[in-house]
């Protein structure tokens, strides 16, 4: 059964910073991209971020670039999501998602995104 578990949510006060992690069990993505949306209440899922099979290249919303960073570690089968400078907007479920297409260099649409974590509440207090 496959499995991505993300961890490291919480509440934060604006321009504070939080680091998300995604530990993905039952198969290796290592081949495959992986990604990170996110949902705010009344709003459709938006992609944040992607990473490249090797961790080489990674692509973000403009909403949150130069401030997030994707990175991964195939060996540990896991994605990471470092946010600074944190804004209330940026309050929203995060959810990691991992595709098992090969020959897909990136992403940023759901639909091509195969297995989703549960969730994790990121908080930004003004």
């Known amino acids: 059964q496959v499995q991505l578990v993300e961890s490291g949510g919480g509440l934060v006060q604006a321009g504070g910073s939080l680091r998300l992690s995604c530990a993905a069990s039952g198969r290796t993505f290592s081949s495959n991209i992986m990604g990170w949306f996110r949902q705010a209440p009344g709003k459709q899922r938006e992609f944040v971020a992607t990473i490249t099979w090797n961790g080489g290249s990674a692509y973000y919303a403009d909403s949150v670039k130069g401030r997030f960073t994707i990175s991964r570690d195939n060996a540990k089968n896991s994605v990471y999501l470092q946010m600074n400078s944190l804004k209330p907007e940026d309050t929203a479920v995060y959810y990691c998602?991992?595709?098992?297409?090969?020959?897909?260099?990136?992403?940023?649409?759901?639909?091509?995104?195969?297995?989703w974590g549960q969730g994790t509440q990121v908080t930004v207090s003004s």
């Open positions: 998602a991992a595709s098992t297409a090969y020959g897909l260099g990136s992403s940023r649409n759901l639909g091509d995104y195969d297995y």
